[in-house]
């Protein structure tokens, strides 16, 4: 294809994917919470010998979900490096996702696929600044697996369909969990819609007008379609699913296995439910995508003669289904934490599918479809100009937070705690984006923390669950979660009283070298035992080392 030949769109998009991953590449630190947890985990399996095995070892499976992200750093980190390996990765799952939604919606009608840029505006959503990457490369693979399916859906299923579907549930399992199973119930369910809506038109071009008269003719022909299609075509279309349904039903046997399901199940009223909307994009572009974009599609939907596709019908359940999901599940802490919220983005696909998949029909649909890329790309401009504000404001804290490896000795045990949850104690905003950020301690350093993710569906376990005081981490995490939750008064100075004083200071002073600890309004009349001394602070942050009685 000739350079002038290329539309529009994809210059666009092109253009969009390079301003997404502009941040990764211009700023020393990222302020994605668990990221830099995660790439300490991979720090450990790269560097084997580096003493942490004495407390940890390698978790990371090929068939194992919620792991492929680990596995795009590991690849790329043996050619350039565990910290442009990480970035490199990042950038995968940034791009993937406007790339993903263009090759959904075009799936449904090829003139939908500007609509990809939508998925530009969305990258930066609240997933991906809690580091949950796994989980957004989940999403995009999930758009590329029900795009493929859909055009696969009135076809015969050949080796290349068969291998193809099959790689990308595979792939959208080991991204994560969730993403798996909604692909599954996806395809189920087009399938069933297929099976109805073509059958019914079977019967239509038959003339067959006593058989469309009948009671209940819509339950008598997806009944025949169902039983045509099962015995031509079922087993081959649903094959390429099974190995996905066999490991995400080995996944859950294996995680409800001789442990609870969750720590904490809240309720929370359905207003404040639906004010997690935020989870999909930052505040203000959403806002400005809103109130652009409605009443542009009700001066389209008003002034243009539009057909309503029949799988506007499909569209629309799937998007109360999650919307519903989103709404009425429960929040369940520790274990399995955030479901409820992951169903947004379901929810906003099908919402998309659902409001532009009837402008489709329109003669000049090409057009219309690329005005609304244009204005999504325009409020990409703006977002990531605000996004290049909020990190370059942070960038002082994390390199304060960073420096202070300088103070501790290669391979000691620090134990560090605190950083971060202050203003999240009064405001119960969203978790810092400062949390983990002693995580590049591990990689400068071979330092260990408690706080490393070490547990089924992560890259690393450790050998004791209780091993080097770890207990101690569990305790506080159990004892934050019951505050932040609770109905008590939302008062630091309680919160932070409770816990210095529940901290079993003894057991620290026998396994750690370093304690880090967050200084604030209310914290500095807690600080450690005697066998620890103050030897540095910057910021916020405090470095106690441990000494010993001469």
């Known amino acids: ?253 294996e995680f409800f296995e001789g442990s609870s399901s969750a720590s904490y199940i809240i309720f929370n009223p359905l207003e404040g439910n639906l004010g997690y909307l935020f989870v999909l994009a930052p505040a203000v572009p959403s806002a400005l995508f809103a109130m652009i974009l409605a009443p542009y599609l009700l001066i389209l939907y008003s002034k243009n003669k539009m057909h309503l596709p029949k799988w506007c019908l499909l569209w629309a359940l799937f998007a109360i289904f999650f919307l519903l999901l989103s709404l009425l599940l429960p929040e369940m802490i520790s274990s399995w934490q955030f479901i409820q919220l992951r169903f947004w983005p379901f929810f906003a696909i099908f919402l998309i599918a659902f409001l532009f998949h009837p402008i489709a029909s329109l003669k000049n649909s090409k057009n219309i479809f690329l005005e609304i890329g244009a204005i999504s790309f325009l409020l990409l401009l703006a977002s990531t100009y605000l996004t290049f504000l909020q990190w370059e404001k942070l960038q002082p804290t994390l390199g304060e937070i960073d420096s202070l490896s300088s103070f501790m000795h290669e391979g000691s045990a620090v134990f560090a705690t605190g950083e971060g949850f202050a203003s999240l104690i009064k405001t119960q905003s969203p978790p810092s984006s400062l949390l983990h950020t002693w995580g590049y301690w591990a990689i400068e350093k071979n330092i260990y923390s408690p706080d490393l993710f070490a547990y089924k569906y992560s890259p690393i376990k450790y050998k004791d669950e209780n091993m080097h005081a770890r207990e101690q981490v569990s305790a506080w995490g159990e004892a934050f979660i019951e505050h932040l939750f609770s109905n008590k008064e939302n008062d630091a100075c309680i919160y932070w009283q409770e816990y210095y004083s529940s901290i079993n200071w003894s057991l620290i002073c026998d396994n750690y070298d370093f304690v880090v600890l967050r200084e604030g309004e209310c914290e500095n009349n807690f600080i450690p035992a005697a066998c620890f001394e103050k030897i540095a602070q910057k910021g916020n942050n405090i470095v106690y080392e441990k000494h010993y009685e001469k």
């Open 1 to 253: 294809m000739r350079l002038k030949n290329i539309p529009l769109w994809i210059w666009l998009q092109a253009f969009a994917s390079i301003l997404l991953i502009l941040p990764i590449f211009y700023f020393q630190y990222l302020p994605l919470n668990d990221y830099p947890n995660h790439l300490a985990s991979m720090h450990f399996i790269l560097q084997n010998d580096a003493g942490i095995n004495t407390y940890i070892e390698s978790n990371l499976g090929l068939f194992n979900t919620n792991s492929l992200f680990f596995w795009i750093v590991l690849i790329f980190a043996k050619i350039t490096g565990l910290d442009l390996a990480g970035r490199i990765a990042l950038s995968i799952v940034l791009i993937s996702l406007p790339w993903g939604a263009s090759y959904f919606f075009s799936s449904l009608n090829k003139n939908m696929a500007p609509l990809g840029l939508i998925g530009a505006l969305f990258a930066y959503n609240f997933f991906f600044s809690m580091g949950f990457a796994n989980f957004c490369l989940s999403i995009s693979l999930f758009l590329f697996a029900a795009g493929y399916w859909m055009k696969i859906l009135p076809k015969k299923t050949g080796m290349r369909e068969f291998s193809i579907m099959l790689i990308l549930a595979f792939l959208t399992y080991s991204a994560h969990i969730i993403s798996a199973i909604v692909l599954i119930g996806f395809a189920a369910a087009t399938f069933l819609f297929y099976a109805f809506i073509a059958n019914r038109a079977e019967n239509e071009k038959k003339n067959n007008f006593a058989l469309q008269k009948r009671k209940f003719i819509g339950f008598g022909n997806a009944a025949n379609g169902i039983k045509e299609i099962f015995g031509k075509d079922f087993f081959l279309k649903f094959t390429p699913f099974l190995p996905a349904v066999l490991l995400i039903l080995l996944s859950l046997l």
